[in-house]
């Protein structure tokens, strides 16, 4: 059903046309559950959040919620990929982080917004008001040590990410990144059969690789040039990719 009142920009919103659209229980039939916040919740506990809840589809290029804006809402990313993204002194957009499904957007007990999240493809989310949430956590604190566990976790990552900007070469970087991209691709990537080649479609452009592993574009454009003409990977057209040798893949991720 589409929101009426939606105008084509960013999502941020009116509460009252969502909590019209509240459904019996959205968590019944949530794809992530398991991975996400939720799998780790008793069933008071997703009574809670069920209750001020909701789904949320947005369309590819929208704006979920813009750097330094009140902080109104955060929930978890069911489908699709978003980014966050900040702006440079100059006006330049840097992609700084990438969001996959069961990934916990938004920050509880902020009082703005610190990077802008744009939806890199067509993506679903379950959306709670902050506010709501925060309410929720103070009543279950056992789910907020477990969001808390998630925080320290995504904070972890993010130290990873900077030793890969920090030490490894540009085709460590690519390989690692590919092989990233095929884990999360999921049940979403293609297999000509079981254990065979992973086929799937790269959520960003060269431009936005080259942006996320402090690399120019041409760069990019030749590490996946040389990948192809060893045979380690297939570039099939548009944004697909093959992994033809995960193996040497990962052999490379490590050593290129």
């Not at 978890?76 to 966050?84: A, D, E, F, R, T």
């Not at 040590?145 to 030793?163: H, I, P, V, Y």
Request: hydrophobic share 45%.
């Amino acid at each position: 059903m589409a929101d009426p009142s939606y105008d084509g920009g960013d999502i941020r919103p009116r509460f009252d046309y969502w909590r019209g659209m509240a459904l019996t229980d959205i968590c019944a039939d949530c794809a992530v559950r398991d991975r996400a916040l939720c799998g780790s919740l008793d069933d008071r506990e997703l009574k809670a959040l069920n209750a001020i809840g909701q789904r949320r589809l947005v369309q590819r290029g929208q704006t979920v919620a813009w750097a330094g804006d009140e902080a109104v809402i955060c929930g978890n990313l069911l489908s699709g990929v978003l980014k966050l993204v900040a702006a440079t002194v100059d006006g330049r957009e840097q992609i700084v982080g990438l969001l996959y499904p069961a990934d916990f957007f938004g920050t509880p007990y902020a009082g703005q917004t610190d990077f802008t999240i744009v939806a890199l493809t067509d993506a679903e989310l379950c959306v709670f008001p902050r506010a709501a949430f925060e309410r929720v956590l103070e009543d279950h604190q056992r789910m907020e040590r477990l969001l808390l566990q998630r925080t320290f976790e995504s904070l972890n990552e993010a130290r990873g990410r900077m030793l890969v900007l920090a030490r490894k070469s540009a085709g460590e970087k690519i390989a690692g990144f590919l092989l990233d991209m095929a884990a999360r691709a999921g049940d979403a990537g293609c297999r000509a059969a079981p254990g065979g080649p992973i086929t799937f479609d790269l959520p960003l452009t060269r431009g936005q690789i080259a942006d996320v592993l402090g690399m120019t574009i041409e760069t990019v454009s030749r590490q996946l040039t040389r990948m192809k003409t060893t045979g380690v990977i297939r570039l099939p057209g548009g944004r697909a990719v093959t992994i033809s040798d995960r193996d040497a893949l990962a052999a490379q991720a490590e050593a290129a």
